[in-house]
């Protein structure tokens, strides 16, 4: 079955460091990777997706992803952390059984960025 | 565009009652999700309708929660009687197209606490 696992359950960085936040898949076949993210109460905004093609995968607000095949991999990474990237990130990975179009979840990463 | 607009933003009721959840898809979206998201079990898909019928209800944790959905521009989901461990905040999101790893747009939420 698929699932998705993101390690760090909570991650800090200081403002103007560089952020990498975990995600694992397990899918047999291509996944459709996605890396969403949570302000303090809202909904879920997506920031980048991958389907194929380019490993290397750019996102809004300054994120990046890149697709690991061989590590089942599909990590988030920023250069250089705001303030305002403090939220809840989320992983996902799109699974497709017969009709059904649905996205497993990760449990997500709380992030805190520090002055 | 108004994006996925859901009411009430916040209900609290008491252990019993009936509590009915209301979302609006984004114009023209034909695909819409109705999720749970609570500290310890994260965020979970409850159902999942395509062209309003529901293809995907195995996440509807028991015969006290249903969801409808009427017409393309309307869905409720429904706990008759409910419980203290329904409180969670619920979202709805839509998307374009059959496949749901298609873009989710997520409602900003309703919080519902169960006294």
């Known amino acids: 079955a698929q699932s998705v696992t993101q390690p760090d359950i909570h991650i800090t960085v200081s403002e103007g460091a560089s952020l990498e936040l975990r995600c694992n898949y397990s899918y047999g076949a291509t996944p459709y990777l996605f890396w969403y993210v949570q302000s303090p109460g809202q909904g879920l905004q997506l920031l980048l997706k991958y389907f194929s093609g380019d490993t290397l995968v750019q996102g809004i607000k300054g994120f990046e992803a890149e697709f690991k095949r061989s590590q089942s991999s599909f990590n988030l990474r920023k250069p250089s952390v705001h303030w305002s990237d403090a939220a809840e990130y989320f992983c996902a990975v799109g699974a497709n059984a017969g009709n059904n179009r649905k996205l497993i979840w990760g449990l997500g990463t709380s992030l805190a960025v520090n002055p | 565009d108004a994006g996925v607009i859901q009411s009430p933003r916040h209900e609290v009721t008491e252990m019993g009652q009936e509590v009915t959840l209301r979302c609006k898809p984004i114009?023209?979206?034909?695909?819409l999700f109705w999720y749970r998201q609570t500290m310890m079990r994260g965020l979970e898909l409850l159902i999942y309708f395509n062209n309003n019928v529901p293809i995907d209800d195995s996440g509807m944790p028991e015969d006290r929660f249903s969801a409808k959905m009427p017409n393309a521009s309307f869905s409720t989901l429904k706990i008759q009687p409910s419980e203290p461990r329904d409180s969670a905040v619920y979202f709805c999101a839509s998307t374009a197209g059959d496949r749901g790893w298609n873009e989710q747009f997520f409602g900003p939420g309703t919080r519902l606490t169960v006294l």
């Open positions: 114009s023209g979206h034909n695909s």
